[in-house]
């Protein structure tokens, strides 16, 4: 894992797809865990069943898939990001970010 992830001090959604990856349950435990070791307490990690890395509906994940896929963006990776960003957005109370 790339030891960097664990110093950032911001608020952070993390969202995976698990597809054939079978250390992936292991992944988002051990990036969890390393984010609040760090004092990161404010993660919020997600799994979003079948979707790819571009958060659109896939069978494999694959690059080469991607051409057969019509979806931008799927609605429920769309309404968990901005929901998200509006429970930010009410905790911190302003638009202001930084």
């Not at 609605?75 to 429970?87: G, K, N, R, V, Y």
């Given at each position: 894992?790339?030891k960097s992830i664990i110093f950032?001090?911001?608020?952070m959604l993390v969202i995976f ?5 079978s250390s992936g349950e292991e ?72």
């Amino acid at each position: 894992m790339n030891k960097s992830i664990i110093f950032i001090g911001l608020m952070m959604l993390v969202i995976f797809s698990l597809f054939m990856d079978s250390s992936g349950e292991e992944n988002l435990a051990a990036i969890d865990k390393a984010l609040r070791e760090a004092g990161n307490t404010d993660v919020t990690i997600k799994e979003l069943q079948g979707l790819n890395h571009l958060f659109q509906k896939a069978s494999t994940g694959l690059p080469s898939e991607y051409v057969k896929i019509s979806e931008t963006i799927n609605p429920e990776a769309l309404t968990l990001i901005s929901s998200w960003i509006l429970e930010i957005l009410d905790k911190i109370g302003s638009l202001k970010l930084f």
